[in-house]
């Protein structure tokens, strides 16, 4: 499943602060670290969420990305960014400084190609001119207000090759459609069948599908369970033989998923071959059914069809 | 019954020769009740050495050596035919036993003194290369006191050195210290030993083990996991594990094979194209874990999820070099260093070797 664009900034934020990964990891190199995510930041105009924070402790300095998969910029997102005060971001994303310098900040906006250009105009006219770093299949280019930290020049400034998108470490969020939580469900559900277990609970999955679930807000905790719950039943449906959703009951809380069988009941042959009839399953959907035989009454029908009146009527009939 | 016991056993004149298969362990509680359960029908003892076991007897007995609480010796002097059977079935059945996977460059040096005699370098591409590949299968077996000088001598040759990847060696072992033993090691840490001195033998099985554990622990602590920050918000360790490769001259052969279910992969997914890649969501049927994958023409990414065993990967890269590139290797500097037995922190990322 390819990344969704809006999740594609935020990924190419923590590639760049993570080594070894196929793609660039330049911010990494100079000595940022990734400090949080979704960091709670106050303003003078109110709190706001900080979509990433990175440091580079050795020169004091701290980045700020706000990641955008579309086109709208948030003016108001963009007063509190321009009000953003550093020391309180060092606080609340326990940042370990190793300089006696002042603290740095650079604001930079990390969006899609296509959107660039109208993000930077809608930042200049609201008088908040933030750099942003655009991202395209094949390169990652700074356009906007200049960087304040030379550091950071010195990556960002111009463009950086990239081969395709960049790796997904936050894959899910509150937005993902069901159908990006199918196979890896499916996965984790075949992985149980490996295990030979009989039931798994969906806050279970969805724990174990969203590493990140902890962390959530209680309104998209609800949201990605129900999600995962729902790519549930649709697995069950596809595979009804080997997967039973079970809603919940006076007895049971919690939907689970019931593992009506697993490919390791059968010898060596048979077990390589039920997975790979769950492979070909989830390759191609689920087989359709057969349309049920006619009866011979619709046959004995059809034959109207077949046999013309003209074939039928007797010679020299009146 | 203990480990002097078993070191006399070694010691003297035996028709059979004693068999070491290292296994990797995931017990949870007692080890006693844990090996009974693996043993099926097997009766197990303890001993007087409380991580010494007894298991089974007559035709089919293993001396269970647990000391090491990840990686357990099975000592056997039982027919090899009948032991491994015994274990493969249990390793099978069970998501919880995996064998080591040594990578080639495990398989030298085993222990300061050895004297390497006889190698055997075997790798089967049929499946992973289209046909016109310089090498697809190359199976050479060296005898002599210069094994790995012919091995040398093939990678030299253009198109065959991804085609080089040992899989068993021999060692004639001295030591002054502890004695004297003939080793031979297969790449699924499955030892053969007689000699006089029982001490080298367990002392080189623990070396080999000892720096694979290493090179395990390393990718387990590269496992992608979330924590939470103390006034709000979250944030991200570790990352995906990447490994690089020759080029991949048929994409399709190549995710078909490493997940089609079958041995030695024994890797489950659905591939689904990507433009020039793939990305599949995974099981990795050995230990049934889900994992997903990035696979691009020259490197693919692993996703660990945070606990992941970091057995996972090292099978996958012990893998690819017997199946499609002898010289595949690690993105991560200090992970290719535990690869290529180099001190951490100390190799070139290149690390392109067959560990000859």
């Known amino acids: 499943m390819p990344l969704p664009p809006r999740l594609v900034p935020v990924n190419a934020v923590l590639a760049l602060l993570t080594a070894n990964t196929g793609w660039p990891s330049d911010l990494f190199d100079r000595g940022y670290r990734l400090a949080g995510l979704e960091v709670p930041a106050s303003t003078k105009h109110s709190t706001t969420r900080l979509d990433a924070v990175a440091a580079r402790g050795v020169s004091n300095h701290v980045v700020v990305a706000e990641c955008k998969g579309g086109g709208n910029v948030d003016l108001d997102q963009a007063d509190k960014l321009n009000a953003l005060d550093a020391d309180g971001i060092v606080r609340t994303a326990s940042i370990d400084l190793q300089s006696a310098a002042p603290v740095t900040l650079d604001v930079v906006y990390v969006c899609m190609e296509e959107h660039a250009e109208r993000i930077v105009t809608a930042l200049e006219s609201n008088e908040t001119p933030f750099p942003v770093l655009s991202i395209s299949g094949s390169e990652l280019r700074h356009l906007g207000a200049p960087f304040t930290s030379d550091t950071l020049s010195d990556v960002l400034v111009g463009t950086i090759a990239v081969s395709g998108p960049p790796p997904a470490i936050l894959r899910f969020d509150d937005q993902t459609p069901v159908e990006e939580f199918v196979p890896v469900v499916r996965a984790e559900l075949v992985a149980e069948q490996s295990h030979r277990r009989e039931i798994i609970t969906v806050p279970t999955l969805t724990e174990r599908v969203v590493p990140q679930y902890a962390y959530l807000g209680k309104t998209v905790k609800g949201a990605v369970t129900r999600r995962v719950e729902a ?61 049920p035989l006619p009866g011979h009454l619709r046959l004995f029908e059809e034959l109207d069809d077949v046999v013309t009146d003209d074939e039928t009527s007797e010679e020299g009939e009146a | 019954m203990n480990r002097a016991t078993l070191a006399k056993r070694f010691a003297e004149p035996s028709p059979a020769p004693l068999k070491t298969f290292v296994v990797e ?22 001993t007087e050495d409380r991580y010494l076991f ?48 040594l990578p080639s460059q495990h398989l030298k040096d085993v222990w300061p003194t050895a004297d390497l005699r006889t190698l055997l370098s075997d790798f089967r591409g049929q499946k992973m290369l289209p046909d016109g590949e310089v090498a697809r299968d190359v199976r050479v077996r060296v ?177 690819l070099q017997h199946r499609f590139d002898g010289q595949v290797f690690f993105g991560d500097r200090d992970l290719q260093s535990a690869f290529d037995l180099l001190p951490v922190s100390a190799s070139a990322s290149s690390g392109v070797s067959n560990g000859l």
Request: glycine share 8%; net charge negative; hydrophobic share 35%.
């Open chain 2, 143 to 319: 005898d002599g006191a210069d094994s790995a000088g012919l091995l040398k001598w093939i990678s030299s040759k253009p198109g065959y050195a991804p085609a080089v990847s040992v899989d068993r060696v021999a060692y004639e072992v001295d030591d002054p210290d502890f004695g004297h033993t003939t080793e031979a090691l297969h790449r699924l840490g499955r030892f053969v030993a007689a000699g006089d001195s029982f001490e080298l033998h367990q002392e080189i099985v623990r070396r080999v083990t000892s720096r694979y554990r290493d090179l395990v622990e390393l990718i387990e602590t590269r496992t992608l996991s979330f924590e939470p920050l103390a006034e709000g918000g979250l944030t991200i360790s570790g990352g995906p594990v990447l490994i690089r490769y020759r080029p991949v001259p048929d994409m399709g052969l190549f995710v078909d094979e490493m997940f089609s279910g079958r041995e030695p992969f024994r890797l489950w997914g659905a591939p689904e194209e990507e433009g020039e890649a793939f990305h599949v969501d995974a099981v990795d049927l050995h230990v049934g874990q889900r994992i997903a994958f990035d696979i691009a023409q020259t490197w693919l990414r692993l996703y660990l999820p945070q606990g992941s065993c970091g057995n996972t990967a090292v099978r996958l890269v012990a893998n």
């Open chain 1, 231 to 291: 790519a549930c039943k649709r697995i069950s449906q596809d595979l009804p033989d080997d997967f039973q959703f079970r809603p919940p009951t006076g007895e049971f809380a919690e939907p689970a998923v019931k593992i009506l069988r697993s490919p390791e009941d059968h010898d060596t042959r048979g077990r390589t071959q039920g997975y790979q009839r769950l492979a070909r399953i989830a390759r191609k959907g689920p087989p359709k059914p057969k349309p």
């Open chain 2, 25 to 46: 362990a995931h017990p949870n509680g007692d080890r006693v009740e844990y090996l009974r359960d693996v043993g099926a029908d097997l009766p197990v003892e303890s």
């Open chain 2, 54 to 101: 007894r298991m089974g007897g007559g035709e089919l007995e293993f001396f269970v050596d647990t000391l090491d609480d990840r990686f357990w010796s099975f000592h056997t002097w039982s027919k090899s035919g009948d032991a491994q059977t015994f274990l493969k079935a249990q390793l099978e059945s069970r998501r919880d036993l995996d064998w080591m996977w």
